[in-house]
T-cell receptor
Framework: AQSVSQHNHHVILSEAASLELGCNYS??????LFWYVQYPGQHLQLLLK??????LVKGIKGFEAEFIKSKFSFNLRKPSVQWSDTAEYFC????????????FGQGTTLQVKP | NAGVTQTPKFRILKIGQSMTLQCTQD?????MYWYRQDPGMGLKLIYY???????DKGEVPNGYNVSRSTTEDFPLRLELAAPSQTSVYFC???????????FGPGTRLTVL
């Protein structure tokens, strides 16, 4: 069965620190990859997505992610976090089926200390 | 556009009661989804629909039912509420299978 694993469940950083959140998936075929963010009290919003082409994708608010096919990974990065980045981050995979279903990772809670 | 709207925002149910969670989107999206979010578990797909009149089960369909009589609406029905259904429920939609899903604000349900 397809699955998505996020390595870090809870991350605490100080402002200006660099961020990397790990995401690995298990599926051997073509995939579309997403990172969603959920700010406190809000609904999920798309940060960035990868469908094809350049494996380094840039999203909103200075986030980027790199797709490494050989490692089945899609890690999220940001060079310098801000207090406003405090949120829960979800990696998700669409296994290029005809339904658009997403498989989500468990989520990573990021707490940025001012 | 209002996007994806869900009602109610909060609800407390007693064991054995039933209720319907409403979901409406005004983006003319064919694809709609219901997820539940539990702490530390991410989001799990309950049911989905690829168009009006077509629905199918996701990962965790037991205890739920759906219908899709129009493109806009995708209600989720709980027939006999159980404590295990205490969760936050999100509805989502997208215009194509390779596009991003747009999420509603969620319904926080507690079953006591």
């Amino acid at each position: 069965a397809q699955s998505v694993s996020q390595h870090n469940h809870h991350v605490i950083l100080s402002e200006a620190a660099s961020l990397e959140l790990g995401c690995n998936y298990s599926y051997g075929g073509t995939v579309n990859l997403f990172w969603y963010v959920q700010y406190p009290g809000q609904h999920l919003q798309l940060l960035l997505k990868y469908f094809s082409g350049d494996p380094l994708v840039k999203g909103i608010k200075g986030f980027e992610a790199e797709f490494i096919k050989s490692k089945f990974s899609f890690n999220l990065r940001k060079p310098s976090v801000q207090w406003s980045d405090t949120a829960e981050y979800f990696c998700a995979v669409n296994a290029a089926s005809n339904t658009g279903k997403l498989i989500f990772g468990q989520g990573t809670t990021l707490q940025v200390k001012p | 556009n209002a996007g994806v709207t869900q009602t109610p925002k909060f609800r407390i149910l007693k064991i054995g009661q039933s209720m319907t969670l409403q979901c409406t989107q005004d983006m003319n999206h064919n694809y709609m989804y219901w997820y539940r979010q539990d702490p530390g578990m991410g989001l799990k797909l309950i049911y989905y629909s690829v168009g009006a009149g077509i629905t199918d089960k996701g990962e965790v369909p037991n205890g739920y039912n759906v219908s899709r009589s129009t493109t806009e609406d995708f209600p989720l029905r709980l027939e006999l509420a159980a404590p295990s259904q205490t969760s936050v429920y999100f509805c989502a939609s997208n215009s194509g299978i390779y596009n991003e899903q747009f999420f509603g604000p969620g319904t926080r349900l507690t079953v006591l």
